[in-house]
Structure formats: structure tokens, C-alpha cells
């Protein structure tokens, strides 16, 4: 999924303290799972904002919403009775949620209260690590299910580098070094004798290199 | 401790460039890429046939996106050639510890002049596998020279002996009023982040070419007007609808296709072309892509 943190405080304040109505929209998936910009998290923002203008002596008014998926273009169109009673909208969802309300409320600006961080997952309650980076051209099935791209601080496809100590990478001693848990994990499935094949050098255009990726799936699109 | 000019070249003396702009005097530059492969020879004798006639050649990097010997060694050639370089930078195939790390080499290879630029999109290249990196645009570039200039890093930190540069920048060619509104703002940010010159891309209409460096040369810094020598018809017909800035005319298709001698009406036309904006410029750069050998015809035809 995509993880997201809140903004500081501070920083949502200076988008938003210009309008005296404002639309708060979470979303029900990624961003809830993380618990960044969800039903609970708007909540949590719309009071810690109501207080902060209550301070300094104002009411805005702010609308709740949470929407089911905010980069579905479907899901956007539930803001549209709400549109024309407020000034500006505030996205608790991931960068592809902001944009998109972005591009179908063009008269109105939306800025986003949370940071989009990485596409991760969960390794226990309340931490998220990175795992993927999205390159295009997946390489998880010969590196024994664990990938060198979003895992190795260096992105080597032929590691490990001299900097493996003990099964950790060089940058921190509490991070894995992705090539070592490649080798484990080979040698655990038998299959070592991949880990002999050198990679090649990857085609970035897969990884975005040639400018914004786009797929068209002809059997789906009208 | 040392005295920081003792580090790397002596500037000043070789400035001519940089001297002759700040002076007013009319600077004429030209164009010559790097070879893709290590045979300089062709750059060699470009340069020779002529050193004489012009104050500095100007070395793109990787230009179009196209691997080639980088700018770096090029302006090291022409500088052992006598001549004064003037070398790209851009943001797109090297972090900004390569870049610095690259202005610092520049300097003790006596290369004091720089002209950011953009980088071509990597799809358009020949590497088109290639990672973009994308770290500095032109505006960071600019800063970036100068923090090295007044002698530390990007990080902060302090560099032993300080490089010099003059630096320039270059504009986006220019489709209409509303796109020159745009990049006249651009333009003046790239001033205040450092640039001491304008280099402005070729255009072959010469009323919309004046009417475009009169709105730079408003900007108080010396604006330099490319003049690019087109090769045959099928180059003009392509800039013509490929690159709508080039205002490239029907008319002026035409008169190379008509003409006798196609190269030497190609010549002429770059001749002319200089001809014109010697009075709106303070100097004029002249692209012969490929066609190096034929810049002192240029010259002799522009009377310089
Ligand atoms: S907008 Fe889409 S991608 Fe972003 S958090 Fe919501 S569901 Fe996930
Ligand atoms: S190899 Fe590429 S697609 Fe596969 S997990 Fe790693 S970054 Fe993601
Ligand atoms: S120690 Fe391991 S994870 Fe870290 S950079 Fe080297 S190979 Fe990659």
C-alpha cells in the first residue's frame, strides 16, 4: 500500500488559514490502513484545527468527508454537493487522491495535509517499511521474493556490497541488508544457483525515466 | 596559506571573453560538439581554421541527449587549441557531487566559462534506458556556481582555493508573446540567481527574432542571438514544424530549394542572418551542427 504521514500542524495552517470554509476529505483505503488520512484521522485533524482558529478568535466551518477511494475519479464526484459551499478542500489522502480532486474541482484549491512516503507495508503494529519502488520491471522472482531496488541502499542488482556486516547494511545497524536476505532466502529455497547470474544494468524507462508512466488496458478502457 | 590563484589557472588574463562583453565589444562565438568516440581530430582543425576569427567556442554536453565525449575534455582541447571554452551544464546525467566535483576540475583546466542549460529529455536521446537524474535544475545550477565562486559547496562546506567562473544561461525558444512573457520572468530569475549573460535560441524570422531580443536585452545583461546554419531542405522542413520558436517560413524553404547551390545559399542565409543582428546583440553564437568546417565561409559572408 501507500503510506503517508500528517504534515505538521503548522504547515496545513498556512494552506488553509485564508478560507472560512473548508471541505476535510480522508480516504478509506491506504491512507487508513497507515493511519494517516482516514475516517479516524479526519476526525482527529478537523479538532486539532477547529482549536487552533478557536485560539486566535475564528470559526471555520469544516466539512467531514471520507471518501471509499479518493483516486477513483467515481468516488471524487461524492464532493459535488459540497462543492459550492466551501472555499477550499484539504486531502488527508495520498498524492494521487489530492490530484485527482484536484483535477475535477478545478475552481477550488486543494492542498494536502499529509506526506505521500513510500510504498510499503507493515512489519508490526504502528511501522511501516518501504518495499517497493515501483521500477517497472519486477525482479522479485529471481531474488527469492525480496528486492534489492526498494531494500538495498545502494540499489545493487549484484550485491551484497563490501559494507554487509552481520546481516546488516552499512547505513544503520537496524536495517536488514537486502542482499543478505536474498541469499538466505535463496540458499532456504535451494536455488542458490540464481544468485550467480549477473543482472543486467535495468532499463529505466520501465522506472519512469522516459517521463509520467501510464497503462492502457484496451480491454477495459471505453 | 596559498594564494588561491596559484590554484588551478590564472583567470583573468584568459578572459577575453568575459572581457570583451563587459566592455561592449561585439563577441562572436561558435558552436562545436565533443566527437562521439575519442578521434578529436575534426574538433582539432575547427578549431584552428578559426582561432583567429572568433573569442570562444562554446561545447555542449551530451547535446540532445546524444552520448558523446563530455564537455569537460572538449573544453580542455580547446584550450590547449588556445581558444577560450565555454561549456554546458545541466542538471540531467550527474548528481550535484558530480556537477561540483566537474566545476572544480573546469576551473584548473582553465575552463572559467559556463552556460546552464536544460537538459534534452532522455527519451529523445540515444540512451534512452539511461537513469535521468534530475538533481539541479538551471536556477540550482546557478546557485550552485555561485556558492562555489564565493568558495563553499553545496553542503556548506569550504573549498581550498576558490574556482572562478563568468556564467551564463540560456532561454527556451519562443512560440508567441504569451510564451516570451514566461520565459522573460524565467530569464530574470536566472539573472538574480547568478547569470551574467543570455543566450537566446535561433529563430529565422528576423522581425520576430528582434522583436524577442529587444524584450531581453531590457533584462541589463549581455544577450547573445544564436544563429543556426540550416543544412538542406529537409533540416529547415523539420525545425519548421518541430520547433514552432524557430518561426523557420515557407519562403525561406523555398529559397534553399530553388537556389543553385543549396550549401552556399545555406551559408548565406547564416550570413545574412548575422548580418541583421549585429545591431540588436551584444554577440552572436553560431551553431553549424556538423558543419564546422564551413564557419569561416559564415563569417566571410557576415563581413566578420
Ligand atoms: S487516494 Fe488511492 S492510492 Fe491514495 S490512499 Fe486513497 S486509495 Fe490509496
Ligand atoms: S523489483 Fe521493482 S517492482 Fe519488484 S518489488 Fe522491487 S521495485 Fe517493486
Ligand atoms: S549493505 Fe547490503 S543493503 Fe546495504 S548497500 Fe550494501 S548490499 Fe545494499
Known amino acids: ?222 | 596559506m596559498m594564494n588561491p590563484t596559484l590554484i588551478g589557472n590564472k583567470k583573468d588574463e584568459q578572459m577575453t571573453f568575459q572581457n570583451k562583453l563587459s566592455k561592449g565589444d561585439f563577441v562572436v562565438l561558435a558552436e562545436m560538439n565533443t566527437p562521439k568516440g575519442v578521434d578529436i581530430s575534426d574538433l582539432v582543425t575547427n578549431v584552428r581554421h578559426l582561432k583567429s576569427r572568433i573569442d570562444a567556442v562554446v561545447i555542449p554536453d551530451m547535446d540532445n541527449g546524444v552520448m558523446h565525449m563530455s564537455a569537460l575534455a572538449g573544453g580542455s582541447i580547446i584550450r590547449q587549441q588556445g581558444l577560450e571554452p565555454v561549456i554546458h551544464i545541466y542538471g540531467r546525467d550527474r548528481n550535484q557531487m558530480a556537477i561540483q566535483g566537474d566545476m572544480l576540475a573546469a576551473h584548473v583546466l582553465g575552463i572559467h566559462n559556463l552556460l546552464v542549460v536544460q537538459g534534452e529529455n532522455i527519451i529523445h536521446g540515444d540512451h534512452q534506458n539511461a537513469k535521468p537524474v534530475d538533481d539541479l535544475n538551471e536556477l540550482d545550477l546557478l546557485d550552485m556556481v555561485q556558492s562555489l565562486v564565493k568558495g563553499t559547496d553545496l553542503a556548506g562546506f569550504e573549498l581550498k582555493g576558490r574556482p572562478q567562473f563568468f556564467t551564463g544561461c540560456r532561454v527556451q525558444p519562443i512560440r508567441d508573446d504569451n510564451h516570451l512573457e514566461k520565459e522573460i520572468i524565467s530569464a530574470r530569475a536566472k539573472i538574480d540567481a547568478g547569470a551574467q549573460y543570455i543566450m537566446v535560441p535561433p529563430v529565422f524570422d528576423i522581425a520576430w527574432y528582434t522583436h524577442i531580443l529587444k524584450q531581453f536585452t531590457s533584462l541589463n545583461v549581455p544577450v547573445i542571438a544564436t544563429v543556426f546554419m540550416l543544412k538542406n531542405v529537409g533540416m529547415a522542413r523539420y525545425l519548421s514544424i518541430n520547433d514552432p520558436g524557430s518561426k523557420l517560413s515557407e519562403e525561406l524553404i523555398t529559397r534553399i530549394r530553388k537556389a543553385k547551390d543549396r550549401e552556399t545559399e545555406c551559408i548565406h542565409i547564416a550570413g545574412e542572418m548575422i548580418k541583421e543582428l549585429k545591431a540588436e546583440v551584444e554577440g552572436i553564437m553560431i551553431s553549424a551542427s556538423g558543419w564546422e568546417d564551413r564557419l569561416p565561409a559564415i563569417l566571410d559572408c557576415a563581413g566578420l
Open chain 1, 1 to 222: 500500500m501507500i503510506t503517508a504521514e500528517q504534515k505538521p500542524l503548522n504547515e496545513i495552517l498556512d494552506y488553509i488559514s485564508p478560507y472560512d470554509r473548508i471541505i476535510l476529505v480522508g480516504c478509506n483505503e491506504c491512507v487508513t490502513v497507515c493511519a494517516a488520512g482516514g475516517r479516524k484521522e479526519v476526525g482527529l485533524l478537523a479538532s486539532a484545527l477547529h482549536l487552533n482558529f478557536l485560539k486566535h478568535g475564528r470559526t471555520v466551518e469544516i466539512k467531514e468527508i471520507t471518501l471509499e477511494r479518493q483516486c477513483d475519479p467515481e468516488y471524487a464526484e461524492e464532493l459535488v454537493s459540497e462543492i459550492d459551499r466551501t472555499d477550499a478542500i484539504l486531502s488527508m489522502a495520498c498524492g494521487c487522491g489530492v490530484q485527482t480532486i484536484a483535477a475535477r474541482y478545478n475552481e477550488k484549491p486543494v492542498f494536502p495535509a499529509v506526506n505521500t512516503k513510500f510504498m510499503g507495508a507493515s512489519v508490526s503494529q504502528g511501522i511501516w517499511e518501504e518495499k517497493c519502488q515501483g521500477c517497472g520491471d519486477c525482479l522479485l522472482g529471481i531474488t527469492g521474493g525480496i528486492c534489492p531496488v526498494a531494500r538495498c541502499s545502494k540499489h545493487l542488482l549484484n550485491g551484497p556490497c563490501g559494507g554487509t556486516s552481520k546481516g546488516m547494511c552499512e547505513i544503520a545497524p537496524d536495517v536488514d541488508c537486502a542482499w543478505c536476505l536474498i541469499w538466505e532466502r535463496l540458499k532456504a529455497l535451494g536455488m542458490e544457483k540464481r544468485y550467480e547470474e549477473i543482472m543486467e544494468a535495468k532499463d529505466f524507462r520501465a522506472a519512469g525515466g522516459g517521463g509520467p508512466r501510464r497503462i492502457i488496458r484496451k480491454d477495459l478502457s471505453l
